[in-house]
């Protein structure tokens, strides 16, 4: 990977091959207004006004993507229900490549559904099936990949812990890039980080990072040591922790962390913003830039993304405007 000057990079994403292997997920937003207490419990009636079908988890992964410009292959399974066909349907309009789509009739589709009154999500409500994809299936699974890696530029696991993402699958995969010379970038999930091994990124937040550790960082020396302690455990693999409201930071095998502070001007919703940094990280990294400045670009991606409510996507429009608001500090 290069050092291509921060101002051409956006420009290059259009085009790039991108295939994103993860949980599939649809997200339902019913929107409303809240003007009383329900008499049959203490809970608010939501006057419902609309509502909204999205791609979430490693869909809306791949609907960043699409809307940057990159060509995108999805693969994973959905379950033979009307929430499984809704999404293919998606996943079509978004121009999302779907031929390594798996219906699975033994488990349902995994569809989050969000209650929102005048801007505030009141409940949420989930259907899922989370037993691990193994046998037949993964063998399936694994043939659907196996075509597709040649192809793509960057592969990128999205692992929500709903049971596609197994070690098996992973290990095989990541033999698999490597053997194809392809970067892998892992949103991971859960509590066993030894299944990320061979990655050549990993994204994770804080909550992941004391699920792995043991310790939620606090200050930069803890972050520092839990960074080493994942690093020790993932040999060769780099760590890029996102933190919220302070920003980003980049750990590299023998290069020094980078800190990368926010810049969003206002923080309407933090759905999907995980989504979108792996989108625009692997994005950048099959234009061939370098991780720091697939990090700085990811950045500003991610300050976009929190100023919208719901699972949303950002353009390379959006980045740019974003970019010349805050040049200096991206610079910097």
């Not at 559904?113 to 994809?133: A, K, L, M, T, Y």
Request: with cysteine.
């Amino acid at each position: 990977m290069t050092n291509i000057p921060l101002e051409s990079l956006v420009g290059q994403l259009a085009g790039k091959h991108v295939l994103v292997v993860g949980d599939i997920m649809l997200d339902e937003f019913v929107m409303g207004e809240v003007h009383r207490i329900s008499p049959e419990a203490p809970v608010p009636v939501v006057h419902a006004k609309s509502r909204s079908l999205v791609p979430g988890g490693a869909s809306n992964v791949a609907a960043n993507i699409a809307k940057l410009g990159g060509k995108v292959e999805l693969c994973g399974v959905v379950g033979d229900d009307a929430n499984g066909n809704s999404l293919k349907e998606l996943l079509d309009e978004n121009e999302i490549g779907t031929s390594g789509l798996l219906v699975d009739q033994s488990r349902s589709t995994t569809t989050k559904c969000r209650i929102v009154g005048h801007s505030q999500q009141i409940v949420r409500i989930d259907w899922e099936d989370n037993h691990p994809f193994v046998g037949q299936q993964l063998h399936l699974l694994q043939h659907q990949l196996q075509a597709k890696i040649a192809w793509a530029d960057v592969v990128v696991i999205s692992d929500y812990n709903k049971g596609v993402i197994t070690s098996e699958l992973t290990s095989w995969l990541f033999e698999t890039c490597r053997e194809h010379k392809k970067p892998t970038v892992v949103d991971p999930k859960g509590t066993d980080v030894s299944k990320y091994v061979g990655a050549t990124l990993m994204t994770p937040n804080l909550n992941e990072v004391a699920a792995f550790t043991g310790c939620r960082p606090t200050d930069e020396a803890s972050l520092i040591q839990a960074a080493a302690l994942l690093q020790t455990k993932l040999p060769g693999t780099s760590v890029l922790i996102t933190r919220g409201s302070q920003g980003m930071s980049l750990f590299s095998p023998d290069e020094p962390a980078l800190h990368i502070p926010t810049f969003a001007q206002r923080v309407f919703d933090v759905t999907g913003a995980g989504d979108t940094v792996v989108s625009t990280l692997s994005l950048c990294m099959a234009a061939g830039a370098n991780l720091r400045q697939s990090c700085v670009v990811a950045n500003a991606a991610a300050g976009v993304v929190v100023g919208k409510l719901g699972t949303s996507t950002v353009t390379t429009n959006e980045i740019m405007e974003f970019w010349q608001l805050h040049s200096k500090d991206l610079h910097s």
